[in-house]
Nanobody, 127 residues
Framework: QVQLVESGGGLVQAGGSLRLSCAHS????????MGWFRRAPGKEREFVAA????????YYEDSVKGRFTASRDNAKNTVYLQMSSLKPEDTAVYYC????????????????????WGQGTQVTVSS
């Protein structure tokens, strides 16, 4: 059983930055494609970013391209989401998710493709 624990959320002013972390408890972290999703109040969960299990490919939702960067440190079993130029509309609970050996990029944005989910961390951006 894999456990994912997010951290790094908080309150930040518009234009500011935050870095989210997600620690993966398993011993085969390097075999998991990792995704970031978010759910804003009153809205559906949406895809934010993903990084392939190899770390060589990243994918982003259009509204965060150029502002958010996903990365991973396989030695630390951790994936990161660096968020810059934050906007009030980025306010949401952010979740990380893990998908074992997922390589088809068409599926990276699909919640159903992920096997494990974290509990979420709140990000609030004030205007």
């Amino acid at each position: 059983q894999v456990q994912l624990v997010e951290s790094g959320g908080g309150l930040v002013q518009a234009g500011g930055s935050l870095r989210l972390s997600c620690a993966h408890s398993g011993r085969t972290f390097s075999r998991y494609t990792m995704g970031w999703f978010r759910r804003a109040p009153g809205k559906e969960r949406e895809f934010v970013a993903a990084i392939s299990w190899s770390g060589t490919s990243t994918y982003y939702e259009d509204s965060v391209k150029g502002r958010f960067t996903a990365s991973r440190d396989n030695a630390k079993n951790t994936v990161y989401l660096q968020m810059s130029s934050l906007k009030p509309e980025d306010t949401a609970v952010y979740y990380c998710a893990a998908a074992l050996l997922l390589s088809a990029s068409d599926y990276f944005s699909r919640p159903s493709a992920y096997n494990y989910w974290g509990q979420g961390t709140q990000v609030t951006v004030s205007s």
